[in-house]
């Protein structure tokens, strides 16, 4: 019996074998060897160089996810939590420009019509610290 294929497969019939969460990106490993990336603005085929194979790839990613630390992780189990994948990009600018000014992320937040709550932001700024700390 034919499987139905999933609007992610692009036409494909290859299932999702893996996933990977990651702070600006997830990561989908198919049945058939492609992999997928969705960086907010919906997924697309990673293109990969002749030299390198899917495997190579997919195990590079695990690799460096595995090596993280537990600061690290933390924090970015809070923001995928908290914020939108398409969000993100903007969630992080923010941080960047305005550092520990939650109410001033917040407040940018608001205008650009994102809904998080305070208590998130101070969250996540805490974890965001803890993570930074962790690597002095």
């Known amino acids: 019996m034919p499987t139905k294929s999933h609007p992610l497969d692009n036409g494909f019939l290859a299932r999702e074998t893996e996933r990977l969460e990651l702070l600006k990106a997830t990561y989908s490993l198919r ?32 690799t460096k996810d595995a090596t ?15 914020i939108p994948l398409c969000d993100r990009p903007e969630y992080f600018t923010l941080v960047d420009l305005l550092g520990d000014d939650v109410d001033g992320i ?28 962790a690597f002095e």
Do not use: C, Q
């Open 31 to 62: 049945a058939d060897g492609s992999i997928f990336r969705d960086r907010g603005d919906g997924w697309k085929r990673v293109m990969l160089l002749a030299t390198v194979t899917p495997e190579s790839y997919w195990s590079k990613i695990k």
């Open 106 to 133: 917040w407040s940018h937040m608001e205008e650009i019509g994102k809904r998080v709550e305070i208590e998130t932001l101070v969250e996540l700024r805490d974890l965001d610290n803890a993570r930074r700390a």
């Open 68 to 82: 993280l630390s537990r600061e690290f992780r933390a924090y970015r189990s809070a923001v995928i939590d908290a």
